[in-house]
């Protein structure tokens, strides 16, 4: 069936707002999406009628600690997790990286050596590098292919030695948008012995993550870039995480994932957090799945997958047309399901932030900047104070909104020239 565009549409509130009778056209989805309706008010809710702290025997505090409880199932599904106590669900995730790399850096050894990629948004790179800088470890980088705009396996293989603990994963890139095949990428590093820590943020609003099929160890994500609240999700295998020793309280509980979840939880949050997975649960429905809660996101994926794809392809089309203007990533239309659809582009004698600023006073929402793609932009040669112009689509966009975003560009980049 067609994707359910005016449906999904319907579902949030902020695509109808206007700015002086103005339309908004949000393409800033990779630093954070927009949320549905439903998960405002599971938000709310939670706020004006299971307001109380967990461990208690009243009613509030037992209805809180299903919002908790139900959150971690929600997550679960959503990620092809074995069972809920493998998420663990803080405010980031940066800070949630931060927190493991730490907690795996009580056993790491000087002179231990640790993986990290040129592709990683700076999330996963800074605290590995600081691990590393405190214990006395040995950072060995791993460059992306230039060609395929991938992490290819046979760079990271040459990198494995037996003195490797960890390799740090992209998933999907947030400035090139490429998507590694982190499955092979994985079993190779495992097979070496060393754990693997996945950063999906970027892919998770997506594509359908299976941790089990994937082999990581690790694998982080964040609810506000797949149109949810402000936090972050870290599954974890089991197996790992029971033999880690985590930093916390004394007095704090020893249980999985609670020892992992410092202070007390933003339970109103995870009630949204619930709601999202909803969002795609009703997604999947409307597309014609009858099954779990976990087969009505896969079909959502399935569905929005070759919708986004579409968007992209027009996008790709509309800038490949402006002269001196490079895209930075996978261009080629056979090679569209190795990305997702974030297009960055820089032009000739152009700096991406004149292009943005008219482009936002128009009421086209998108970035400019290095976008914490610290390690791209610098193997690529292009000045981080500049950066690139950053178009992310999400489920909600239109081809309408395409065609007017591919018109902008074309239009501003002509009257900054005439004004050069």
Same mark, same amino acid.
């Given at each position: ?174 400035? *090139? @948008? =490429?998507?590694?095949?982190? +499955? &092979?990428?994985?079993?190779? !590093?495992?097979? #070496? ?93 409307? *597309? @014609? =799945?009858?099954?779990?809660? +976990? &087969?009505?996101?896969?079909? !959502?994926?399935? #569905? ?93 966009? *239109? ?14 980049? #002509? ?6």
């Amino acid at each position: 069936m067609d994707f359910p565009i005016e449906a999904v549409r319907a579902a949030f509130p902020a695509l109808s707002l206007t700015d002086s009778g103005r339309r908004r056209i949000y393409l800033d989805n990779p630093a954070g999406t927009q949320v549905p309706k439903s998960v405002a008010d599971a938000v709310s809710q939670c706020l004006l009628s299971t307001n109380a702290n967990l461990g208690g025997f009243f009613e509030t505090t037992l209805a809180a600690q299903k919002v908790v409880d139900d959150a971690h199932a929600a997550m679960a599904d959503f990620l092809g997790a074995e069972t809920a106590q493998e998420i663990i669900v803080g405010a980031n995730m940066t800070t949630l990286t931060y927190h493991l790399s730490r907690t795996l850096g009580r056993d790491f050894a000087p002179g231990d050596e640790i993986i990290l990629t040129r592709m990683d948004h700076e999330g996963n790179v800074s605290p590995w590098l600081q691990l590393a800088e405190d214990r006395g470890l040995v950072v060995r980088w791993l460059p992306f292919d230039q060609e395929s705009w991938q992490v290819e396996p046979a760079a990271l293989a040459a990198l494995l030695n037996d003195r490797t603990r960890l390799v740090a994963l992209n998933y999907a890139s947030n400035l *090139t @948008g =490429s998507i590694n095949r982190v +499955r &092979e990428l994985s079993r190779i !590093a495992r097979d #070496a012995g060393a754990l693997v820590y996945v950063d999906a943020v970027q892919f998770a609003p997506h594509g359908l993550v299976d941790v089990s099929e994937i082999g990581c160890d690790f694998l982080v994500c964040s609810a506000y870039k797949f149109f949810g609240p402000h936090m972050g999700i870290l599954w974890g295998r089991r197996t790992v995480i029971e033999a880690l020793k985590p930093y916390k309280c004394r007095c704090s509980s020893n249980d999985l994932p609670e020892r992992f979840e410092l202070g007390t939880p933003q339970i109103e949050l995870m009630a949204g957090l619930t709601a999202t997975i909803d969002h795609f649960e009703r997604l999947g429905e409307q *597309t @014609g =799945s009858r099954g779990s809660r +976990r &087969e009505k996101v896969a079909a !959502a994926f399935g #569905a929005s997958i070759a919708y986004e794809n579409a968007l992209a392809l027009q996008l790709i089309d509309g800038l490949s047309t402006i002269d001196g203007l490079t895209i930075h990533g996978i261009t080629d239309k056979a090679r569209v399901h190795e990305r997702v659809p974030t297009v960055s582009f820089t032009v000739e004698g152009i700096v991406p932030e004149s292009i943005v600023r008219p482009m936002n006073a128009e009421g086209i929402f998108l970035w400019s900047g290095h976008n914490y793609a610290w390690e791209i932009v610098h193997q690529l040669g292009i000045p981080a104070d500049q950066g690139v112009v950053r178009i992310g689509i999400a489920h909600y966009n *239109t081809a309408a909104e395409i065609g007017e975003t591919v018109d902008s560009v074309t239009r501003t980049i #002509a009257m900054l020239r005439q004004q050069r």
